[in-house]
């Protein structure tokens, strides 16, 4: 994790470092850590935790206007693309699901209130 941690931000001052334009940079991540979820018992776990994610965008100029909370991952790139491209992408409903190991395709959807809203920083 610390060298993992290491390089990307050596990435991310080597984009910002380089003189062009300033870039759009989007670091990801697709869940939370889960060491407090109980994979034969969602209903005893703290799926906030584990549908946690990171989402970390550096948005140049006025980029962060059409961030919003509760923005999920199906709606990052339709914002950045509306946005900086002019393209007409419809928002899609923000909805986070959860799913077992055991069950992949028996998707349950995680209420909104048990996801942690987005930052909106610079």
Same mark, same amino acid.
């Given at each position: 994790? =610390? +060298?993992?941690? %290491?390089? $990307?931000?050596?990435?991310?001052?080597?984009?910002?470092?380089?003189? =062009? !334009?300033?870039?759009?940079?989007?670091?990801?991540?697709?869940? @939370?850590p889960?060491?407090?979820?109980?994979?034969?018992n969602?209903?005893?776990?703290?799926? %906030?935790?584990? $549908?946690?994610?990171?989402?970390?965008? &550096?948005l140049?100029?006025?980029?962060?206007? /059409?961030? +919003?909370? @509760?923005? %999920?991952?199906?709606?990052?790139?339709?914002?950045?693309?509306? &946005? +900086?491209? =002019?393209?007409?992408?419809?928002?899609? =409903? /923000?909805?986070? +699901?959860?799913? *077992?190991?055991?069950?992949?395709? !028996?998707?349950?959807e995680?209420?909104?209130?048990? *996801?942690w809203?987005?930052?909106n920083?610079?």
């Amino acid at each position: 994790l =610390r +060298y993992l941690n %290491t390089r $990307v931000i050596e990435a991310i001052n080597g984009l910002l470092s380089q003189g =062009r !334009a300033d870039p759009i940079i989007i670091v990801q991540g697709d869940h @939370g850590p889960g060491a407090m979820l109980k994979w034969s018992n969602p209903e005893d776990s703290n799926l %906030t935790e584990r $549908v946690s994610i990171l989402n970390a965008l &550096h948005l140049p100029g006025d980029g962060n206007a /059409d961030v +919003y909370e @509760g923005m %999920t991952p199906v709606n990052t790139f339709r914002v950045i693309l509306n &946005h +900086y491209f =002019r393209t007409e992408f419809e928002l899609l =409903r /923000d909805s986070t +699901y959860f799913s *077992t190991f055991a069950k992949p395709y !028996a998707l349950t959807e995680v209420p909104a209130e048990a *996801t942690w809203p987005v930052a909106n920083g610079g």
